[in-house]
C-alpha cells in the first residue's frame, strides 16, 4: 500500500512536502477548509516549486465553496506548476459548509461540478449557467498561465453509496475520512462498479484509466507496554474524533440519524462537548463554538472526550505488527493508498509511516 500526508494549509507547509518527498511518501495535501485554514491552492503552489516528485492534492474542495471555472483555473494554474502531478478532490463540502453555518451540497451537485471540472481542466468547452443564462466557456488562454495537456487525477469524497456511485460515473477514484472498515470499502466499490458499467467509463474497459482509493485516518505506534488509550495516542488521534464529535454536535437537531447510529457513551460525549463548548445542538451560532481548531491538536482538558471505541474506530493505534495486520486488511478491501493526518509531530509521524509501509 501507499502513503501519503493530509496537513492543513499554513505557512511552512511547503517545508513538509519537501520531507513527505524525501521520505518516499506517494502524496501530499491540504484541506479546503475556508475560515478555519488557511488557502489550499497559495499552499499547494509553495509545495509545487518545493518539490519535483511528490503528488499534490486538494482534500477536497466543493461546488459550495466556487464555481467551477474558478476552480478550474487553481487546478490547471496548479497543474503548469508542478505537471501531471496534480490530484482535485471534490467532495460536498460537509465540513467546509458547517463550518460557515451552511448546509453541504448533493451528490448531484458534486456530479456536475466534477464533469465540469474534468473538462475545462482537459481544455474542453462546457455549458457554464446562472441562473436562466447559458454560456460556453472554455480557457481561452492555456499555456503559460494553466496546463491543460497532462491530467489531472479526480477523486470524489465518499462515506456511502450516492457519491461513490458519482464516483462510478465519472470515472474517478475516491477518498474517505476516518473510514477504517473493511466491508464498508467493499461496499463502496460494489456502489462504484455498478454505476460505472454500461457507461464509458466502465471500470471493465481496458481503456478506462485506474481510479484509486484513499483513506485518511491517523496513526499511533504503540511503545512496548504504552496503554493504547494513552494520553499519547489521545493526542495523536483524538482531530480525529473530536472532528466526528463536533459533527455530531452540529447536526443532533438537523440531522438526528447520524447521531442516533451512536452507542449511549459516545452520545453521551456529544452532549458534553456541547456544554463544554457553551453551546446548544439548535443554536444558530453553534458552528463558531464548534469547529474552532478543527483537525488540530486537541486540548489536554478534552482528552477525556476521546473515547477508546471512537479511536479504534477512526484511527490505526496498535503495535507496529498490529498494525500492519490491519493495513492489509484494507488494502485487500481495495484502498490504494493511506493518508494519515498527523497533528503532534509531523516529520516523525511521517517517517513512521514511511517506515511501517516500507
Known amino acids: 500500500m501507499r502513503a501519503g500526508v493530509v496537513v492543513t494549509a499554513q505557512p511552512g507547509v511547503e517545508d513538509l512536502a519537501v520531507t ?38 486538494i482534500g477536497v474542495t466543493s461546488p459550495a465553496l466556487r464555481s467551477a471555472p474558478a476552480a478550474a483555473s487553481g487546478f490547471a494554474s496548479l497543474n503548469a506548476l508542478a505537471p501531471g502531478r496534480i490530484i482535485c478532490g471534490i467532495g460536498t463540502g460537509n ?20 464533469a465540469a471540472l474534468q473538462d475545462l481542466c482537459a481544455g474542453r468547452t462546457i455549458e457554464y449557467r446562472e441562473g436562466d443564462q447559458v454560456r460556453d466557456v472554455r480557457f481561452l488562454h492555456a499555456g503559460a498561465q494553466t496546463n491543460t495537456a497532462d491530467p489531472i487525477e479526480f477523486v470524489v469524497a465518499a462515506l456511502g453509496p450516492k457519491a461513490a456511485a458519482v464516483a462510478g460515473r465519472r470515472g474517478t477514484g475516491l477518498i474517505s475520512f ?57 493526542d495523536a488521534t483524538g482531530h480525529l474524533v473530536m472532528s466526528l464529535l463536533a459533527f455530531a454536535a452540529d447536526t443532533a437537531a438537523d440531522t438526528p440519524a447520524f447521531a442516533d447510529q451512536l452507542g449511549p457513551a459516545e452520545r453521551e460525549t456529544v452532549h458534553r462537548l456541547l456544554d463544554r463548548r457553551g453551546t446548544t445542538a439548535n443554536a444558530p451560532d ?40 490491519r493495513i492489509t486488511t484494507l488494502q485487500q478491501a481495495g484502498i490504494d493508498e493511506l493518508l494519515i493526518q498527523p497533528v503532534i509531530d509531523p516529520r516523525t509521524e511521517m517517517a513512521q509511516l514511511a517506515k511501517l509501509l516500507a
Open 20 to 57: 513527505a518527498e524525501k521520505l518516499g511518501l506517494h502524496s501530499f495535501w491540504v484541506n479546503d477548509t475556508p475560515m478555519v485554514h488557511g488557502d489550499p491552492f497559495v499552499a499547494l503552489s509553495l509545495c509545487a516549486k518545493a518539490t519535483s516528485r511528490i503528488r499534490l492534492g
Open 95 to 114: 465540513t467546509a459548509r458547517r463550518t460557515l453555518g451552511m448546509r453541504p451540497t448533493t451528490a448531484a451537485t458534486v456530479e456536475t461540478f466534477t
Open 178 to 234: 476516518g473510514l477504517l472498515d473493511p466491508t464498508a470499502w467493499h461496499a463502496l466499490h460494489d456502489a462504484r462498479r455498478n454505476a460505472a458499467r454500461g457507461t464509458s467509463r466502465d471500470p471493465d474497459s481496458r481503456t478506462e484509466p485506474r481510479a484509486d482509493s484513499y483513506v485518511v485516518t491517523a496513526l499511533r505506534i504503540l511503545a512496548e507496554g504504552e496503554d493504547p488509550h494513552s494520553d499519547a495516542a489521545r
Open 286 to 325: 453553534r458552528h463558531t463554538k464548534l469547529y474552532p481548531n478543527y483537525l488540530g491538536r486537541i486540548a489536554p482538558q478534552d482528552r477525556d472526550l476521546i473515547l477508546p471505541s471512537l479511536m479504534n474506530t477512526l484511527a490505526l493505534v496498535g503495535t507496529e505488527d498490529d498494525l500492519r495486520a
